[in-house]
Nanobody, 115 residues
Framework: QVQLVESGGGLVRSGGSLRLSCAAS????????MGWYRQAPGKERELVAR???????NYADSVKGRFTISRDSAKNMGYLQMNNLKPEDTAVYYC?????????WGQGTQVTVSS
């Protein structure tokens, strides 16, 4: 069973920064795609950013230029650096891992951005 554990969420003022971490219970090289999703109250879960095994990345238009996704294979960790945060970034952020045909989710971490 693959486990993903997020950390790093919290309360920050608009314009501030946070770094989310995702600890994986498997070697990173086994993960085809690692992604970060978020879900705000009353809204559907949406893709924020993802990194594919070869290293290419994709971002939602709303976070391009502000968020950076990365991973550390030595530590089996994934990260989401979030800069210039805005109130509309407030949501629960989830780490996701695609391994073969299986999809795994973390429990989520709350990010709240005050104006």
């Amino acid at each position: 069973q693959v486990q993903l554990v997020e950390s790093g969420g919290g309360l920050v003022r608009s314009g501030g920064s946070l770094r989310l971490s995702c600890a994986a219970s498997v070697y990173i090289f086994r993960i085809n795609v690692m992604g970060w999703y978020r879900q705000a109250p009353g809204k559907e879960r949406e893709l924020v950013a993802r990194i594919i095994s070869g290293g290419s990345t994709n971002y939602a238009d709303s976070v391009k230029g502000r968020f950076t996704i990365s991973r550390d294979s030595a530590k089996n960790m994934g990260y989401l650096q979030m800069n210039n945060l805005k109130p509309e970034d407030t949501a629960v952020y989830y780490c996701n891992a695609e391994i073969g045909r299986n999809n795994y989710w973390g429990q989520g971490t709350q990010v709240t951005v005050s104006s």
